[in-house]
């Protein structure tokens, strides 16, 4: 019997190509395009900002003005007139500003009131290892000598990751 060598070698190709495929769907993730991708990426990111807006609302105290959230590279502009008005005034307020964590969210609330300032930080390392888990954040108080406001710019850390940095934040 013969056989095309062109076969044996178009069939090998194939059969090449039909492993990778099982090799690749037999990871146990489904195969998901680049748009599902994105509005997953969105839905998560949705999900988290609407978990650090329940931990603030549920930490700051009632009688604070609220100057609001400002999401990672947002237009703080809105706030940033309630904090100067708070200010000018001195009333007491709080302005919430997203940070960019290496690896996990960050939220920097800023607190203002008689007895002067100070800082949460919620960080929700750890939490997020897993799908199928709520958002979480731990919060941490920090002093504040100064409020300070940032343009939402690119910034490098000491290992040279480029991140943004909160639109407020407090000087130590």
Sequence with gaps: MFVNPGFGILTSLLSGVGACLCLVCLDGRPWQSHAEMTALREQQVRMWHAAAQSTVLGI??????????VALGADPSAALKCVEHAERHQLAYW???????????????VLKDADGASQLLLDSYGWETSASRRPRFGV????????EV???VHVKDSD???????AFDCRR
């Design 60 to 69: 700051v105290p009632n009688s604070s003005r609220d100057c609001g959230f």
């Design 95 to 109: 302005v919430a500003s997203e940070a960019q964590g290496i690896d996990s969210h960050v939220w920097v609330v």
């Design 140 to 147: 941490t108080e920090l002093p504040c000598e100064a409020v």
């Design 150 to 152: 940032h343009a939402a």
């Design 160 to 166: 040279g990751f480029a991140m943004y940095q909160p």
